[in-house]
């Protein structure tokens, strides 16, 4: 089975939560799961997601929790794609995409990392905190989408 | 009394930014027609002033996140003219290497994003991406060349900062060079096929009597130098832009409109620069010119989309001629800081800009002005819309609605980089028709 773990992010502040927890997660994962990071998920999402049967996204995410609260984000709960501009396309409008060009695999769980500021260079203490519980919270998840029939075709349960 | 109707776009879509048009008509005449840009004006020409001329290359970038590298190479250069600084021949390859890799990633997006979904009748890119996986999977696939060619200059793929007075902060590896070139060969033919496709889809004819402006090289095709000419004779050194080019400001946006004094409105971009340098086209960029042929007899911006599929082939050569011809390692020139004025005019992927600064003995901005393409387009996409309209008036609101719309996005506006710049009203006065 080919699994893969999806850090998005860029390189200001909190914002750089999933590429954390790629990078934490890279020594910590069996031969057959796959780490990336991934900084233009608008375009290149769907590229992460190609030729696995289940995959782990992990991103910032703001939905007013404490900074570094992690959660598990139901695909079915994201917001709708923007109107296509080329200028602003997240995880959303990747994941629409890859789904459009048949590249998202049907085990897809989403973790999200409440951020709390996004300039500088650096994660915030309570979101590295945040980025270093994700990583089991995803080892958790890896675990149950391995263990998920492949016909289910929906999202695992966390 | 003539019927009155009105045309609205309160949010033009798959447009860079945000702007809308607005059209009023009375019987079968236009009485107001404005493309409004509603984007926040940004300012940077006033915050710029005082700031070190080093940090302007990437401060300028931030203006726009499809065409970062065309605000480098216009600062940067506008700069060293300032400053009296000459980049070695390494350091001029590798920026055309640079720009080539923007143009690919902005053609392509375009194509097959925003402008693909008007000639196969749907709704958004997505729709494309689901009914047309090939050519959108091949775009994707190319896009992410040119997104190399700016992670390896760029030092990372967005909001790249490699560029620095004189050159580049570091010289690119050459094996990664070698890497690229290698992929770039493979995937030429799959630039060729992108615009095969293109050429079966249902692109309109709308043939405008505008005046073509772009750069021109006496032997290369036009990125970094050239002079600037047009189809009716104009024949300017950059330096002489500001003094043949006026902006005017329209109440209706905060982006300027721009125009050639005493003659009006014209046309930059990729349809100007092909249909102005035909004989500047690598040879499979030439050879793809010439499969269509026909759609550059006239100037056409329909066509433009043809010429944006030549220039991502024409990209590829020029990426492949910067790597192979690449001397070895660049230097970058040292430089004190002195009074002085600098003017420098690039293409854009979306055509000429031009940036004229002028620095203090500390080394500071006191004068900067940024003319994008989009603004000196505005005028002449008005004036399509004005010579469009009278053609549709007979069909259905919602079409007229489209077709305007489309006509917009021929031009790729790029609207938050205009704002110094759609959603479509077209005003008929008829509550039955202003739907």
Known sequence: MRLRVIGVGTDWGDDRAGLRVAELLERRLPADVGVVACRNPGLELADALRGVDAAVVVDAVRSGSPAGHVRRVEPEALAEPRAFSTHGLGVVEGLALARALGCAPARLAIVGIEADHLGGETLSPAVERGARAACEHVLELLADLRAMQPDTGGAARA | ?435
């Open chain 2, 1 to 435: 009394m003539a019927e009155r109707r009105t045309i609205e776009v309160g949010a033009l879509a798959r447009v860079e930014g945000e702007g809308a048009l607005h059209v009023a008509l009375e019987g079968t005449a236009i009485t107001d027609l404005r493309l409004e840009i509603y984007e926040p004006p940004r300012f940077f020409e006033s915050f710029l002033r005082g700031r070190a001329l080093e940090e302007v290359p990437d401060l300028t970038a931030r203006i726009c996140g499809i065409c970062p590298v065309a605000y480098q190479m216009s600062s940067v250069q506008a700069i060293e003219r300032a400053l009296g600084v000459t980049p070695d021949p390494p350091t001029r390859a590798l920026r055309r290497l640079y720009y080539a890799g923007e143009w690919m990633e902005s053609h392509l997006l375009h194509m097959v994003f925003l402008a693909a979904p008007d000639f196969l009748g749907l709704d958004d890119g997505m729709a494309v991406a689901r009914l047309h996986r090939e050519p959108v999977e091949r775009a994707l696939r190319l896009r992410k060349l040119g997104n190399r060619i700016l992670a390896t200059l760029g030092a990372r793929p967005v909001n790249p900062v490699g560029v620095c007075i004189g050159g580049f902060h570091r010289s690119p590896d050459p094996a990664t060079l070698h890497a690229l070139a290698e992929d770039l060969r493979t995937e030429r033919g799959e630039a060729e096929a992108l615009l095969d496709w293109f050429t079966t889809l249902d692109v309109p004819r709308r043939p405008q009597d505008v005046e073509l402006v772009a750069l021109r090289h006496p032997d290369e095709y036009p990125m970094n130098e050239g002079r600037i000419v047009s189809s009716r004779g104009l024949d300017i050194e950059v330096d002489a832009f500001e003094d043949t080019f006026e902006e005017t400001q329209v109440p209706h946006s905060t982006a300027l409109h721009s125009r050639i004094r005493g003659r009006g409105a014209y046309l930059v971009g990729p349809l100007a620069r092909v249909s102005l340098n035909r004989d500047r086209l690598s040879p499979a960029a030439s050879a793809a010119l010439a499969s269509v042929a026909d759609r550059f007899d006239q100037p056409d911006p329909a066509a433009s989309v043809f010429a944006r599929g030549i220039e991502v082939i024409q990209a590829i050569d020029e990426a492949l001629a910067a790597i192979d011809g690449w001397a070895g390692a660049a230097t970058v020139p040292t430089w004190a800081p002195r009074a002085g004025e600098g003017m420098a005019v690039t293409e854009a992927p979306r055509g000429l800009l031009a940036i004229a600064i002028r620095g203090d003995a500390r080394g500071e901005v006191e004068r900067i002005r940024i003319v994008p393409p989009t603004s000196q387009n505005q005028a002449q996409i008005e004036a399509d819309l004005r010579a469009l309209l009278p053609q549709i008036l007979d069909r259905p609101h919602e079409e007229m609605q489209r077709r305007c719309e489309s006509a917009i996005r021929d031009y790729d506006p790029c609207i938050s980089c205009a704002v110094h710049f759609l959603d479509l009203r077209v005003d008929r006065g008829d509550p039955c028709d202003s739907a």
